[in-house]
């Protein structure tokens, strides 16, 4: 506020002083030209009256004509009645410019500080004006004085260098003032004084000259020629003025450092301001060049305005004026700035909540999108849990599907073959216009690359489904070359890594085992069979068993195994691949040239309730499909490709029939479709690996293969039921299964006890499993009983037929086994009894046999126990023999399921050996009872040697076993 008024009190003290100034020339110049002109020119003009008074340079052409005559020949008059055309405003701007350029020129010329011509146009500086009529006024008046020495004149039109040469001036004059009178001295002093105004310059000279000095020498040229009266009053004057210009400067300087201190003092004023407002000049709108050279300009005719005193005022005022010009700037450069820093903040502020409000946004939304994915999931895990359930209820039969990678050494051309997803694949087909793709779709896609862990971890559930009582089989299809044997064994090399699904699987079976050992005790066994060149043969003939055989003790055809842990399977499994047969061929140098199964039996006893759940599981490697022209073979293998070809051919009929839901399916055609029936057609969980082989050379197949897997994945087993039975059941069954041998054994006159001498038993380590059926450790029933899979110990013989066999016909004897399922699923112990071959049993054709089949599985419907023996003959009547190739020869059938009485029929001693319906497969049964005529005596009793050299002396077909 004390600022602003100060402002204020300059700004008039200066608009004062010029009016006076002004006043002082025009007075001056009406004094001059007289009244007709200086009607124009009022005696106290405004600044624009002075200014549009003295525009046509008449008057002052006129003035100056007065001082020096003829200074300017010719004036350019205005019109005689100037009061029409007022300012000469008639005359052209020329005729003006002519008047005030000989004004200019010829007061130049006198030394007379001049103006320029536009400080008399509008917006033009007339103090540089009256400054200019001053200095003529002043000249005029030395003139006047007699004109002595030199004329001075201490205004200036240009404040810097003017000054210097005013003090110049003034010091030779207060230096010539020495040699004057005081008199004089005082006339100029008072002259410097009053006349011209000029205390600041008084003070201004003090001030260059160096105070002392200055003071000293003026002082001394005052008074020289004063009269001594006189120079008391004039010091007293002089020191007074000298006081007033102190006490001025004084009160101007405590401002200024008023000023300056507000910023200082300031608290919201620092350095770090003073820092942005130095960082930030470049942007902000520092004091422009201009600007302060306007300040200055404003400054200088000021300046021009002033004189003596008044001059050293006024740069002092410019100087604090220029000061808080800047100072004021730079508050307003921050409180710009600060405005800026607000609105910065707030606009971070606003993007903060901005981004803030954002994220939130995105996080809810996020967590939307990650709720409906994992709802999503849950649908997707449902629905596959459905789709399952629905698999399972409806029995599907689930394919997978492995494409192998290129082998090392193989050209890796392009895979025929491109897993899409882990659900589907497309094919490279051969079309009419060019290539095209064909789709596939299974329960599981796995491409080359695939690690033999990811390949069983989608199988693992099935291991679980063993212990809980199912049967389930896994077999391995595809054609030659294309990975069944990788996939289900491993590679030649077996590292932790590279087993594959059958160690995997009873490590599993093992594991699991172990993890219920506190409420279930399992029992575990393993069988490994093979079928070559439409042989069954057993793969886990020990060099024991072989030495055995070879001294004369009886060798079953099927050795079951009991193990307890992997290495026990590991050690087994390579006995079994040593025994397999396998070949070199074009594809393959190591060439499955049988269909292998790997049987594991288990039984559990529920230490609480004591029931007893059976599960078994097949595991299958499938010899591969071949196409002579490709393979080259000829001889062995010719032969072994064709029995392979052929009973692939058969499995492709038995799921071509299934497929289509056909009444009749030809299980019967080949020994692989016998050994498969129940796990395509029974209960069972069942799952086929099919494998393609990427190579384009193999495309034929791999359609076929594909085509083949599409009608296997149509094929509808039905619900699987689990094996479980509890111990009143049992107990029910086993009295009954008793009944029934004793009545047997009635009927035919033999006594008690015929089956307990059966040295089969030697062979069959699974007492535990006999116990816990309630059947006795010697028996050979007991033995026999718990495992479904028992019908393999049966059907080797019936299958095996070799020349040696066929020689000794007749010699057979009756071999019984007890079988412990029941059609619903429960298991009662059944007695089946297979005859000699001297018995002369009727031969009945294929057809026959499903009859057969069908009226054992009516009468076991109905639960009835019956002697079929007449029905049987009377359905079967009519069935031709022509176009049956391996008959059989079945004496009296007895099919009852709960122990019904029999009748054997002995088979006469030409008809080749039969198999029973009962026994077709070489996977287990639903529960049968054989009918049997023979003794006590098993037929591996008798022809234990035989048998046992069947298997003894079988060789692999190969050079090696696999
Ligand atoms: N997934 C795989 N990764 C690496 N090598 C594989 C893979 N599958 C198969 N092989 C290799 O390919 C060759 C043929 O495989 P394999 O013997 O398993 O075929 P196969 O279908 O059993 O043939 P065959 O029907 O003639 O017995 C072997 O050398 C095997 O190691």
């Known amino acids: 506020m004390a600022e602003e008024m100060l402002q204020m009190d300059l700004a008039s003290r200066k608009a004062e002083e010029a009016a006076l100034r002004r006043n002082d020339a025009a007075g001056w110049l009406r004094k001059m030209v007289g009244t007709v002109t200086g009607k124009d020119l009022p005696d106290q003009p405004s600044e624009e009256e002075f200014r549009l008074g003295l525009r046509s340079g008449i008057i002052l052409c006129n003035a100056l004509n007065k001082i020096k005559p003829g200074a300017i020949t010719k004036v350019v008059e205005a019109p005689t009645d100037s009061v029409i055309v007022p300012d000469g405003a008639a005359l052209s701007a020329f005729q003006y410019f002519e008047n005030v350029r000989n004004f200019l020129d010829s007061t130049e010329e006198m030394g007379i500080p001049v103006f320029e011509a536009s400080d008399l146009e509008q917006g033009g500086k007339s103090s540089r004006i009256v400054n200019c009529v001053l200095a003529l006024k002043s000249y005029y008046e030395w003139k006047e004085g007699g004109g002595k020495g030199v004329w001075k004149f201490s205004g200036t039109s240009r404040p810097q260098s003017t000054a210097k040469q005013f003090v110049r001036k003034n010091s030779d004059l207060f230096v010539n003032s020495l040699s004057r009178s005081p008199s004089s001295l005082d006339k100029s002093f008072e002259s410097s004084l009053i006349d011209q105004n000029s205390c600041g310059d008084l003070g201004q000279d003090l001030c260059e000259m160096g105070m002392s000095d200055s003071l000293h020498m003026y002082v001394r040229e005052l008074l020289t020629d004063k009269k001594q009266e006189d120079i008391p009053l004039i010091v007293g004057s002089m020191l007074s003025k000298v006081m007033e210009e102190f006490e001025l400067r004084l009160a101007r300087q405590n401002e200024q450092a008023g000023t300056s201190s507000r910023y200082v003092d300031d608290p919201s004023f620092n350095e770090h301001q003073v820092v942005e407002v130095k960082t930030d000049s ?125 082998l090392p050494g193989q050209p890796a051309g392009l895979s025929t073959a491109d897993a899409l997803d882990d659900q589907s694949l497309s094919i490279i087909t051969p079309a009419k216009s060019g290539k095209g793709k064909k789709l596939f779709t299974f329960n599981k896609v796995f491409g080359p690359s695939a690690s033999q862990e990811e390949v069983f971890s989608d199988t693992q559930p099935l291991i679980r489904s063993v212990l809980d009582g199912y049967n389930v089989c896994i077999f391995a299809y595809g054609q030659t070359g294309s990975g069944k044997t990788y996939t289900m064994t491993g590679p030649k090399e077996l590292t932790p890594e590279s087993l594959g699904v059958n160690y995997r699987a009873l490590s599993d079976l093992f594991y699991i085992s172990e993890q219920r050992k506190d409420s279930i005790s399992y029992d575990v066994s393993v069988q490994m069979m093979e079928i070559y060149n439409e042989q069954v043969r057993d793969l886990l003939i020990t060099d024991e068993i072989r030495n055995n055989s070879q001294n004369g003790i009886n060798v079953p055809n099927a050795n079951i195994v009991p193990v307890a842990s992997t290495s026990d399977v590991i050690n087994l499994m390579n006995i079994g691949l040593k025994n397999r047969a396998v070949g070199s061929t074009s594809m393959n140098d190591r060439s499955s040239r049988s269909h292998s199964c790997v049987t594991v039996h288990v039984q559990g006893r529920n230490l609480t309730s004591g029931s007893i759940i059976c599960g ?347």
Request: net charge neutral; proline share 4%; with cysteine.
């Open 282 to 406: 470049r942007n902000m709108d520092v004091p422009s060049s201009n600007k302060l050279a306007d300040i200055e300009t404003s400054n200088v005719m000021e300046d021009e305005s002033c004189s003596g005193n008044d001059f050293h005022n006024s740069k002092s005022t410019r100087h604090a004026s220029k000061r808080q010009y800047l100072v004021e700037h730079h508050q307003r450069s921050i409180q710009e700035l600060r405005r800026t820093l607000h609105s910065t903040k707030e606009d971070l502020h606003m993007l903060h909540m901005k981004y803030q409000e954002e994220i939130q946004y995105l996080g809810k939304h996020f967590n939307v999108l990650a709720n409906a994915a994992s709802r999503y999931q849950k649908v997707l895990e449902e629905n596959r849990k459905l789709y399952n359930q629905v698999q399972d209820l409806k029995g599907n039969i689930r394919v997978y599907c492995r494409i192998r990678p290129f």
């Open 616 to 962: 078994c599981m097949h595991l299958v490697d499938l010899a591969g499909s071949e196409r002579a022209d490709k393979t080259d073979a000829v001889g062995d293998r010719m032969k072994e490709a064709q029995h392979i070809n052929r009973s692939l051919s058969a499995l492709g009929d038995v799921i071509a029939s299934l497929a289509q839901k056909q009444s009749h399916v030809p299980y019967r055609n080949s020994k692989l479709t016998q050994l498969l029936q129940d796990s395509l057609g029974g209960q069972a969980k069942t799952l086929m690996f099919i494998h393609i082989n990427p190579e384009p050379d193999s495309l034929g197949e791999t359609i076929s293969t594909l085509k083949f897997a599409e009608r296997v994945s149509t094929v509808e087993l039905g619900a699987a039921r689990a094996n479980k039975e509890t111990p009143d059941v049992r107990e029910l069954k086993e009295q009954i299964a008793n009944l029934k041998a004793a009545l047997l054994r009635k009927e035919r006159g033999e006594s008690d006890g015929s089956f307990a001498s059966s040295p089969a038993s030697s062979w069959l380590s699974i007492g535990d499993v006999g116990k816990a059926e309630g059947l006795t450790d010697s028996s050979p029933v007991s033995r026999m009983h718990s495992f479904d899979a028992q019908d393999f110990m049966d059907s080797p013989i019936s299958m095996v037929s070799t020349e040696e066999e066929k020689s000794v016909a007749g010699d057979w004897v009756d071999k019984v086994m007890v079988k412990n399922l029941g059609e619903d699923g429960s298991q009662s112990p059944e007695i089946s009894y297979q005859q000699n071959r001297h018995d002369n049993s009727k031969v009945y054709p294929e057809q026959s046999l499903s009859k057969i089949a069908a009226l054992r599985r009516k009468s076991l419907e109905n639960g009835l126990a019956i002697d079929e023996s007449e029905d049987f003959e009377n359905e079967v009547s009519d069935c031709s023999d022509q176009d049956y190739q391996c008959q059989m020869n079945v004496g009296k059938i007895n099919c009852t399921p709960n122990g019904g009485a029999t009748k054997a029929k002995k088979p006469t001693q030409n008809q080749k050996q039969i198999r029973i319906p009962e026994m077709r497969s070489l996977i287990p049964q639903p529960p049968t009872r054989r009918g049997s005529n023979g003794g006590p005596h098993s037929p591996l009793q008798k022809h234990g040697k035989k048998t046992a050299a069947v298997d003894g002396k079988r060789k692999p077909a190969s050079t090696g076993g696999k």
